[in-house]
T-cell receptor
Framework: AQSVTQLGSHVSVSEGALVLLRCNYS??????LFWYVQYPNQGLQLLLK??????LVKGINGFEAEFKKSETSFHLTKPSAHMSDAAEYFC????????????????FGTGTRLTIIP | DAGVIQSPRHEVTEMGQEVTLRCKPI?????LFWYRQTMMRGLELLIY????????DSGMPEDRFSAKMPNASFSTLKIQPSEPRDSAVYFC????????????FGDGTRLSIL
């Protein structure tokens, strides 16, 4: 079964500084990987996804993530943090699709809470 | 599009009462997922449906929990009887059939069992 590990349950960065949120995955097959963001009292919103195309994936709000097979990583970065980036971020991996269905369930990491220091 | 709609947004009830959470998926989506989020266990998938049929309910914690999807535009998650340890935020999400289309989440129902 696939799994993801998010290193660091809390990350604090200064406004304007680089954001780096770490995610490592475990999978016996080529994975599909996702980053979601959750703002207070809201559901999860998709930031970006990797589905075996380009290894560098660009998402919304200036975020991007790079798939590195050799490191089994899919870290999320943003060059310059903004106050509005304060939220909880979840990395997720999809189970390999079954033959009968075109979609499958996601396995989420435990989340990283990002705090932006003014 | 209206997005995934969940109701109620907040529910406070006493232990032993029946609780029903409701979800309206995005029109045209044929997958529907129910999740539970707690501080201790994070985000857990409880059950998911494809074309209104339950596909995997292995995450449903026990027989007190049940979920139905009587049609493509409505699903319920029921807890009977409720217990304090069921307190959590429950999310519904939906997606389309095409491979790995992202799941769209509702804003959740915050459930408190006293």
């Amino acid at each position: 079964a696939q799994s993801v590990t998010q290193l660091g349950s809390h990350v604090s960065v200064s406004e304007g500084a680089l954001v780096l949120l770490r995610c490592n995955y475990s999978s016996s097959v080529p994975p599909y990987l996702f980053w979601y963001v959750q703002y207070p009292n809201q559901g999860l919103q998709l930031l970006l996804k990797y589905t075996s195309a380009a290894t560098l994936v660009k998402g919304i709000n200036g975020f991007e993530a790079e798939f590195k097979k050799s490191e089994t990583s899919f870290h999320l970065t943003k060059p310059s943090a903004h106050m509005s980036d304060a939220a909880e971020y979840f990395c997720a991996v999809s189970d390999f699709p079954t033959a009968n269905f075109g979609n499958e369930k996601l396995t989420f990491g435990t989340g990283t809470r990002l705090t932006i220091i003014p | 599009d209206a997005g995934v709609i969940q109701s109620p947004r907040h529910e406070v009830t006493e232990m032993g009462q029946e609780v029903t959470l409701r979800c309206k998926p995005i029109s045209g989506h044929d997958y529907l997922f129910w999740y539970r989020q707690t501080m201790m266990r994070g985000l857990e998938l409880l059950i998911y449906f494809n074309n209104n049929v339950p596909i995997d309910d292995s995450g449903m914690p026990e027989d007190r929990f049940s979920a139905k999807m009587p049609n493509a535009s409505f699903s319920t998650l029921k807890i009977q009887p409720s217990e304090p340890r069921d307190s959590a935020v429950y999310f519904c999400a939906s997606s389309a059939r095409r491979n790995n289309q992202p799941q769209h989440f509702g804003d959740g129902t915050r459930l408190s069992i006293l």
